[in-house]
């Protein structure tokens, strides 16, 4: 049995809404262990009082994930993988989204090296109020010599990303261990040959592991089952990746057959999965935008299906682009509407004389409408009003834009249209016309109804703005 509703969650609570927790109410309390914002160690009744010791235990159990997490790294930047509890994001959601590794190899010259790690622990793309990033450097020992790996994970270990150690060769693996035991790495990989000398090193180090045996599920699973057994909990699943043909096929196959038994119970094989989309580069694929795009193909099925960590190789931004948004997508919550704060904006460098515009705190809304602005130089006060993260035309169908909605907006950022511009005038959305004459009212301003569409504000700027008096 699993905890899935607050309501289950409470029934192992105190039940005395003494607020130590900084909630209101248990019930307050209980909705945030489902949805993973608090612990059972915020309620100190639960901790420490002995009478609750084991509904405390049976409560971590039951909210346990299905699926184990793993965290690769430490600090800021260490990546949760896995934890997730149901096969359709609609049916709860995804809680730790895909993590994206980008690989070098340790006989790189130095410069390169160096140039490469930078540039995948810079990348920063903006997109719908936060930066898309990528995740971590798996770092491939091609020269299979311990001395050069550990001179490689030493330089790359000094930007503080998450890191991945790809070798075969126990003695690469520990001495890439032995200059950065304390980074947490991911130990790539453990197969039917070296399992025993690999699987000594993650538990002298305390490291997550991979085990990897391509295309055989049952082998993949005596592997994982022998390691837990061995006490190493930390495990992450690689069933190998095929890039091409009924490799591919069978491949996609076993990410769904893996995942599907894991939610249903079989803690044997309950581990996050990788997804090696760099596979595409060694299927004989010679023109490089090609094999770029065959990888980006793989790590969108990946993604959607259910690869919790990936190797990839290809910089290029058609190819990380499409990428990062995609995870973005997938792993948004789609309980809970993308919003920004609801207050009074400056874009670009507004006074007095500047137009004063609303749009609703729908995010996706509120960046399209800033960017037409901010791109055509127009300098505005611009109202994002509480909708609950609905778009313009939905919110004022469904009331939850209205004339009090946008007084109570403009109220609560402490901006008044008499006082703080000289023309007392407010420009609203053409999806939102409907509320022209209500708005006069509530506000005691005038009311210019702009475009449909906020591309269009600037052609309709030089029409209208300054009003005339």
Same mark, same amino acid.
């Given at each position: 049995m699993k905890i899935n509703s607050p309501l289950e969650a409470y029934k192992f609570l105190p039940q005395t809404n003494c607020g130590e927790c900084g909630h209101t109410t248990c019930m307050a309390f209980a909705s945030t262990l489902i949805d993973r914002s608090g612990k059972t160690k915020d309620c100190p009744p639960l901790i420490k009082e002995k009478k609750f010791a084991k509904k405390l235990v049976e409560l971590d159990r039951l909210l346990a994930p299905e699926i184990r997490q793993i965290t690769i790294g430490v600090g800021e930047r260490a990546a949760n993988i896995g934890g997730d509890d149901?096969? #359709?994001?609609?049916?709860?959601?995804f809680f730790n989204r895909t993590k994206m590794f980008f690989d070098v190899a340790d006989n790189m010259d130095e410069a390169a090296l160096v140039e490469r790690v930078k540039s995948i622990a810079d990348y920063k793309k903006f997109y719908v109020g936060h930066n898309l990033l990528l995740d971590g450097v798996a770092i491939r020992a091609a020269s299979n010599d311990p001395a050069k790996f550990a001179a490689?994970?030493?330089?790359?270990?000094?930007?503080?990303?998450?890191?991945?150690?790809? /070798?075969?060769?126990?003695?690469?693996?520990?001495?890439?261990?032995?200059?950065?035991?304390?980074?947490?790495?991911?130990?790539?990989?453990?197969?039917?040959?070296?399992w025993k000398e690999v699987?000594?090193?993650?538990?002298?180090?305390?490291?997550?592991?991979?085990?990897?045996?391509?295309?055989?599920?049952?082998?993949?699973?005596?592997?994982?089952?022998?390691?837990?057994?061995?006490?190493?909990?930390?495990?992450?699943?690689?069933?190998?990746?095929?890039?091409t043909g009924k490799g591919l096929k069978d491949t996609f196959t076993n990410f769904l057959k893996i995942r599907r038994a894991g939610i249903k119970g079989d803690t044997d094989i309950a581990y996050p999965i990788m997804a090696?989309?760099?596979?595409?580069?060694?299927?004989?694929?010679?023109?490089?935008?090609?094999?770029?795009?065959?990888?980006?193909?793989?790590?969108?099925?990946?993604?959607?299906?259910?690869?919790?960590?990936?190797?990839?190789? /290809?910089?290029?931004?058609?190819?990380?682009?499409?990428?990062?948004?995609?995870?973005?997508?997938? #792993?948004?919550?789609?309980?809970?509407?993308?919003?920004?704060?609801?207050?009074? #904006?400056?874009?670009?460098?507004?006074?007095?004389?500047?137009?004063?515009?609303?749009?609703?705190?729908?995010?996706?809304? #509120?960046?399209?409408?800033? /960017?037409?602005l901010t791109s055509n130089g127009i300098d505005c006060?611009?109202?994002?009003?509480?909708?609950?993260?609905?778009?313009?035309?939905?919110?004022?169908?469904?009331?939850?834009?209205?004339?009090?909605?946008?007084?109570? /907006?403009?109220?609560s950022a402490g901006f008044d249209l008499k006082k703080d511009v000289t023309h007392n005038t407010l420009v609203i959305p053409g999806l939102s016309a409907r509320l022209q004459g209500d708005l006069e009212d509530a506000l005691d301003t005038r009311v210019l109804v702009g475009p449909m569409d906020s591309g269009r504000l600037p052609g309709w700027m030089e029409k209208n703005w300054p009003p005339k008096k």
């Open positions: 149901v096969l #359709y994001r609609h049916k709860l959601t490689a994970v030493k330089k790359v270990a000094e930007v503080g990303l998450p890191m991945i150690f790809c /070798s075969f060769n126990p003695e690469v693996l520990k001495a890439g261990l032995e200059v950065a035991k304390d980074k947490n790495p991911l130990l790539y990989a453990a197969n039917k040959d070296n699987g000594e090193l993650a538990l002298e180090y305390n490291v997550p592991v991979v085990v990897s045996v391509f295309n055989d599920l049952d082998g993949l699973k005596t592997l994982a089952k022998t390691f837990a057994e061995a006490g190493i909990k930390d495990i992450v699943l690689d069933p190998g990746t095929y890039p090696l989309p760099f596979t595409a580069w060694m299927a004989g694929i010679a023109d490089p935008v090609s094999a770029s795009y065959w990888e980006t193909v793989m790590a969108s099925i990946f993604t959607i299906k259910y690869g919790d960590i990936m190797i990839l190789h /290809s910089m290029e931004p058609y190819a990380t682009m499409p990428e990062v948004h995609l995870i973005d997508t997938i #792993y948004t919550d789609p309980r809970t509407p993308v919003a920004v704060d609801s207050k009074m #904006y400056k874009v670009g460098e507004p006074t007095a004389d500047s137009p004063v515009l609303f749009t609703t705190n729908f995010a996706l809304t #509120y960046y399209t409408v800033e /960017s037409d006060w611009l109202l994002a009003v509480d909708t609950d993260g609905i778009g313009v035309e939905a919110a004022a169908a469904g009331g939850q834009l209205s004339a009090e909605k946008v007084k109570a /907006s403009f109220d």
